[in-house]
């Protein structure tokens, strides 16, 4: 099993940055994929955001967000972290964190195989 907890979401105004944390904990966790996703309630899926594979040398984005948006990973304390900077309000919505022990490729394709529970983003204009 891996337990995920996610951290760091807020209020913001447009043109804003915020940062979020994931902090995977379970067996094997240091190898495993990370990534944000995110959800609006007009959407019942949750859209793919930005996936690092488990040595951080490989990353993924929705061409939403490149430019704007950095994943990063800390192997050390098995975290991964999302720098938002441009913010939008369009980037509006709950953001979760997934894992996988497959490669990140896998979770751009929407594989995944843990959840955590969420954290808010709210983007003001």
């Known amino acids: 099993q891996v337990q995920l907890v996610e951290s760091g979401g807020g209020l913001v105004q447009s043109g804003g940055s915020l940062r979020l944390s994931c902090v995977a904990s379970g067996r094997t966790v240091s190898r495993y994929a990370m990534g944000w996703f995110r959800q609006t309630p007009r959407k019942s899926e949750r859209e793919f955001v930005a996936?690092?594979?488990?040595?951080?040398?490989?990353?993924y984005y929705a061409d939403s967000v490149k430019g704007r948006f950095t994943i990063s990973r800390h192997t050390a304390n098995h975290t991964a972290d999302l720098q938002m900077n441009s913010l939008k309000p369009e980037d509006t919505a709950a953001y979760y964190c997934?894992?996988?022990?497959?490669?990140?490729?896998?979770?751009?394709?929407?594989?995944?195989?843990?959840w955590g529970q969420g954290t808010r983003v709210t983007v003001s204009s």
């Open positions: 997934g894992a996988t022990p497959y490669p990140a490729e896998a979770l751009a394709g929407r594989r995944v195989d843990y």
């Open positions: 996936a690092i594979d488990w040595s951080g040398d490989t990353t």
